[in-house]
């Protein structure tokens, strides 16, 4: 009986151990990977998705692509009109990896501004734009 407890405890704490390490990646490209991540865990939350299989053209997949990117950034903002329980998986995922709520507040600016392509400076955008927001809130 004891054996089977210590292995519960040294498993628990085995696992809470690694939770902790994976969450806390803060750095540019772990602030992307959070947001990469949230977005294919908690899924899109409108029917936009469903349109990106029914259409051919490389250029219309993309753009719903991006469609999808940005509302994903307004839900984890929790702006004004995004879905309450897509906002509230998204907001979950990213507090659990790290994201402060100024880093959140940060994305749909982010997402909006790092074009061609999204992802090619995200993190770097998040970290730097959130110590403006922090500074705004206060």
């Avoid at 939770?19 to 772990?30: E, I, N, S, T, Y």
């Avoid at 998204?90 to 074009?115: E, Q």
Wanted: with cysteine.
């Amino acid at each position: 009986m004891k054996r089977i407890a210590v292995a519960l405890i040294a498993t628990s704490m085995l696992m809470t151990a690694v939770g902790v390490g994976f969450a806390k990646d803060l750095g540019a490209a772990g602030l992307e990977e959070a947001f990469i991540d949230a977005v294919g865990t908690c899924g899109p939350s409108s029917n936009v998705a469903g349109s990106i299989g029914k259409s051919d053209d490389a250029q219309v997949k993309i753009g719903l692509r991006d469609a999808l990117i940005t509302e994903a950034a307004d839900d984890a903002a929790a702006v004004a009109g995004s879905n309450k329980a897509h906002s509230d998986c998204i907001r979950k995922d990213l507090t659990a990896r790290g994201y402060t709520d100024n880093d959140m507040a940060a994305l749909p600016y982010c997402v909006k501004h790092d074009w061609p392509d999204p992802f090619t400076s995200l993190g770097t955008c998040v970290k730097s734009h959130s110590r403006l927001e922090g500074a705004l809130k206060k």
